[in-house]
T-cell receptor
Framework: GEDVEQSLFLSVREGDSSVINCTYT??????LYWYKQEPGAGLQLLTY?????DMKQDQRLTVLLNKKDKHLSLRIADTQTGDSAIYFC???????????FGAGTTVTVRA | GAVVSQHPSRVICKSGTSVKIECRSL??????MFWYRQFPKQSLMLMAT?????????EQGVEKDKFLINHASLTLSTLTVTSAHPEDSSFYIC????????????FGPGTRLTVL
């Protein structure tokens, strides 16, 4: 959707960190998600953050949320070739299962 | 986590025929499921919310007579693309909410529909 925006492409060298950015417009967003989609496959939930949090870390993944600027980022440390995929950010509103997705960022990891 | 399956994973059909896609929650019950459509290199667009025991709720611009949804049981929702045309070719993905609560959804692996 048009309410969630992402940059479309990111190229990163193996071993470096990747940072994928996302902006959203609905200030009522409650949960913000990062999904990973490999070619020809469905979506895999990587992580999510509740809107009253600033940061969440899960192994190589770090999510930062700037609620004032409505900006969400996903940092992948020590990026590997298996991290090549499309990454979608998404939001839901309180008590609503409907997900609004960004267009997805294609991450390419080069050796 | 909970598993959602879809069948078939790929289907090729002739223009004018109807195609049924199944979405199953394998180890949990889902009174609600969601159907998304994804065009190449684009985001997922929610088509409809499938409700067990009642009619599906369609998003604006989605033809309910074209995309028939039946939530036959607590573990099965079907999407039938009727009188398919080449412009219906797309990747269709279903999801079901986390049965343990929260806002998480579990996604099926998707179905690639190609209409010749």
């Amino acid at each position: 959707g048009e309410d969630v925006e992402q940059s479309l492409f990111l190229s990163v060298r193996e071993g470096d960190s990747s940072v994928i950015n996302c902006t959203y417009t609905d200030s009522s967003s409650t949960y913000l998600y990062w999904y990973k989609q490999e070619p020809g496959a469905g979506l895999q939930l990587l992580t999510y953050i509740f809107s009253n949090m600033d940061m969440k870390q899960d192994q190589r993944l770090t999510v930062l949320l700037n609620k004032k600027d409505k900006h969400l980022s996903l940092r992948i440390a020590d990026t590997q070739t298996g991290d090549s995929a499309i990454y979608f950010c998404a939001e839901t509103l309180f008590n609503d299962y409907k997900l609004s997705f960004g267009a997805g960022t294609t991450v390419t990891v080069r050796a | 986590g909970a598993v959602v399956s879809q069948h078939p994973s790929r289907v090729i059909c002739k223009s004018g025929t109807s195609v049924k896609i199944e979405c199953r929650s394998l180890d949990f019950q889902a009174t609600t499921m969601f159907w998304y459509r994804q065009f190449p290199k684009q985001s997922l667009m929610l088509m409809a919310t499938s409700n067990e025991g009642s009619k599906a709720t369609y998003e604006q611009g989605v033809e309910k007579d074209k995309f028939l949804i039946n939530h036959a049981s607590l573990t099965l929702s079907t999407l039938t693309v009727t009188s398919a045309h080449p412009e219906d070719s797309s990747f269709y993905i279903c999801s079901a909410p986390n049965p343990s609560g929260g806002n998480e959804q579990f996604f099926g692996p998707g179905t690639r529909l190609t209409v010749l």
